[in-house]
């Protein structure tokens, strides 16, 4: 069982399309950050949220980090076929020496 | 910057020979961090450091896994001996000390991908 389970685990939409991605514990997090991940590279960072109710917003991604700092939500407006990719939420535990990554959301947009 | 170096890109081994990972963290960098990926677990933490120190291997699976960093430059994985199940990619990352992990921007390597037959 992961600490942090994400879903959904697959997404397969149309370019244009909104979707929502959850990131969601049981633990309380210090930090969260989203991270995608393209195919035979490592992730990179998107974003990064340390306190309960923050929003982010990166051009057509908006993030959001819960009020208790349990989950986190990415949305995605208008979808586009660059947006393509593995998103993973990761965070950080017992001030900041614990850290996790979520199961993960693989999202297809197709054009 | 050249970024996170890591080598090989791709080991095919046979189950029981020693494999050793390498990569070199981004100049100035404080913290390195290895991680497995896996189809079935996902993405995991098996240990990271700081100012060549390590700090947490709670994610390290079993004593056949060991881990390095004899310098702020480079860090080694080594898996002796190996075993199928042990085939995965494996990520290098670092980052700049500013909150920690979860709080820095953390830096991937492309990964080397392992196969163990």
């Known amino acids: 069982t992961q600490l942090l389970e994400q879903s959904p685990q697959f997404l397969s939409i149309q370019e244009g399309e909104n979707l929502t991605v959850y990131c969601n514990s049981s633990s309380v997090f210090s930090s969260l950050q989203w991270y995608r991940q393209e195919p035979g590279e490592g992730p990179v960072l998107l974003v990064t949220?340390?306190?309960?109710?923050e929003v982010k917003k990166l051009k057509r991604l908006t993030f959001q980090f819960g009020d208790a700092r349990k989950d986190s939500s990415l949305h995605i407006t208008a979808a586009q076929p660059g947006d393509t990719g593995l998103y993973l939420c990761a965070g950080a535990l017992y001030n900041f020496n614990k850290f996790y990554f979520g199961s993960g959301t693989k999202l297809n947009v197709k054009p | 910057d050249a970024g996170v170096i890591q080598s090989p890109r791709h080991e095919v081994t046979e189950m029981g020979q020693e494999v050793t990972l390498r990569c070199k963290p981004i100049?100035?960098?404080?913290?390195l961090f290895w991680y497995r990926q896996t189809m079935m677990r996902g993405l995991e933490l098996l240990i990271y450091f700081n100012n060549n120190v390590p700090i947490d291997d709670s994610g390290m699976p079993e004593d056949r896994f060991s881990a390095k960093m004899p310098n702020a430059s480079f860090s080694t994985l080594k898996i002796q001996p190996s075993e199928p199940r042990d085939s995965a990619v494996y990520f290098c990352a670092s980052s700049f000390q500013a909150g920690g992990p979860g709080v820095d921007t953390q830096y991937f390597g492309p990964g080397t991908r392992l196969t163990v037959l």
């Open positions: 100049s100035g960098h404080d913290y």
């Open positions: 949220v340390v306190t309960g109710g």
